[in-house]
């Protein structure tokens, strides 16, 4: 990068100070700066980054740029400029080699089903034997190596930084999750989208987004930023599809299972086997349960028809692929005797616990019941709680409420407003430890009892007053069945 080049992408309204040797990395993090690196102050939701740049000059910035005139008798150049935020992305795909440009970027954002459609295309494309790179929520995949994911969208300096790592791999492609948060805060800012995906929209989010049309601008920012050589692949049956794809440039292609759209499909088959699909002509089978994941099936389908596979192909290859861990798992025990079927799904909204619960409601067996174990996360938007209650109570036969991940709040104080949506409080049970509420749903039930364990899914913590402690409702699930089963050693799948 030098001096005229940045110049360039910063068109600044004035610069000030002396022009540096050498051009250093760009951050927006004070405490990570060294000597001749670029510092850019981002001004946060929560911190306004300007109030750091006396300290990125102390560690020996030779570039500062910022939104407000900065003065120092210190040998440091100032860009002063209209508004970083939207040029950090385009800043930090510069500084990196614009790794993104060299890679096929597909951005898949909604509220339910990011994970397992991402997860589903990775899979795909590996079958395929292209060299996809993951970014989501479960994980972060470059090349071979699988990273841990903090977010399901980096910050643009990790992410460009993530893509460059991956063109070194050789990867050919990146599928990635979308998130409205990125999307607002301009997270994915200089990235161009070969493939934008939209899954859904349904109450999450708002303790961030004003409301549900406001959390719906920010997701259409995705399609907004589409160039007309990309695709943009919509969920017709979703209420807000034409608001999504409205003077969207790229090629749209909309699907339904419910009206005429440009694909049509159609549920053949819903076990607890999987699913058997058809969409448009072909006909895809699946080990996925539930109408909800024939919408993913579908979306993941859709985005390597559009970049370039072959149909009967990839519906060879969905045959077999799992998706992502979490999404309505079932924990296997090598001896079925007499334990019940347990399930653990990461739904966390009301829409994705009801597609999840009323799919298990629909797939039991006729002298099965189902018993679904849920909380909700602290910290987070407390209007969703009584709405889970009303789901989970609507379509199960019974309930336990118990923790998630509280965060700062206290546990039972977050019960107790989930319990307010219950029609009927008194046939509910409520254990605030999850690790109790899942071992006694498990020692209760037998082969007739289908658990779904809600909430957390792949994760492997729980976050309790601002530390996290390892916690795995797989881990738990399996050794409560082997304890309840003492035939098996398998220690579950």
């Known amino acids: 990068m030098t001096f005229n080049e940045l110049i360039s992408l910063c068109n600044p309204i004035d610069v000030s100070g002396p022009e540096p040797n050498t051009i250093g990395a760009l951050t927006q993090d004070s405490r990570t700066v060294d000597k001749g690196d670029v510092f850019i102050a981002v001004r946060g939701f929560n911190v306004d980054g300007h109030i750091f740049i006396e300290d990125a000059v102390a560690n020996g910035a030779s570039i500062i740029i910022c939104e407000e005139s900065y003065y120092t008798d210190k040998e440091v150049c100032v860009l002063e ?8 992305g385009k800043l930090a795909q510069a500084f990196e080699g614009n790794p993104a440009e060299q890679l096929t970027i597909i951005g898949i954002t909604g509220t339910n089903g990011k994970t397992t459609v991402a997860t589903l295309v990775f899979q795909i494309l590996q079958q395929f034997g292209a060299r996809p790179s993951l ?10 190596q699988e990273l841990r994911s903090l977010l399901t969208t980096a910050d643009p300096i990790e992410l460009a930084a993530d893509m460059a ?11 990635m999750e979308v998130s409205s948060h990125a999307l607002d805060q301009e997270r994915v800012a200089g990235v161009h989208f070969d493939v934008g995906v939209f899954t859904n929209l349904s109450h999450d989010h708002l303790d961030y987004h004003d409301d549900l049309k406001s959390y719906a601008v920010s997701k259409k920012k995705l399609f907004d930023s589409l160039d007309d050589d990309a695709w943009a692949i919509i969920n017709g049956d979703d209420d807000k599809a034409a608001f999504i794809a409205m003077d969207c440039s790229a090629n749209v292609v909309d699907f339904s299972f419910n009206k005429a759209l440009d694909v049509e499909c ?7 086997e999987g699913l058997v699909i058809r969409i448009g002509n072909q006909i895809i089978e699946t080990p996925l349960v539930g109408a909800f994941n024939a919408y993913n099936i579908v979306e993941a389908f859709l985005i390597c028809d559009t970049i370039g596979y072959q149909k009967e192909a990839i519906a060879d290859i969905l045959k077999t692929a799992t998706g992502a861990a979490g999404r309505l798992e079932r924990i296997q025990q090598a001896d079925n005797r007499d ?3 347990v399930f653990v799904d990461y739904a966390h909204t009301p829409d994705a616990l009801e597609n999840v619960v009323k799919t298990l409601a629909d797939l039991k067996q006729e002298n099965q019941t189902l018993h679904t174990i849920f909380g909700c996360g602290g910290d987070r938007d407390k209007t969703k709680r009584p709405k889970m209650a009303k ?4 379509y199960s036969d019974k309930v336990t409420v118990t923790s998630d991940n509280p965060r700062s709040e206290d546990p039972d104080e977050i019960i107790d407003e989930v319990m307010v949506g219950f029609e009927s409080p008194e046939r509910i049970d409520r ?11 498990i020692e209760d039930g037998d082969r007739h009892t289908m658990i779904l364990i809600a909430g957390k899914g792949h994760e492997t913590y729980q976050e309790i007053q601002g530390h996290r402690h390892d916690f795995d409702d797989r881990a738990i699930a399996r050794k409560a069945l082997a304890s309840k089963n003492p035939n098996d050693n398998s220690g579950g799948a």
């Open 81 to 88: 400029v209209e508004n970083t935020r939207s040029l950090l």
């Open 391 to 394: 789901v989970a109570e609507k």
């Open 135 to 144: 970014l989501g929520t479960v994980s972060k995949r470059i090349g071979d």
């Open 339 to 341: 334990i019940p079927v």
């Open 266 to 272: 159609q549920i053949l088959s819903n076990s607890i």
């Open 165 to 175: 790592k991956m063109v070194e791999a050789n990867s050919t492609h990146l599928v």
């Open 431 to 441: 254990i605030t430890d999850r690790g109790d509420a899942i071992i006694k749903a």
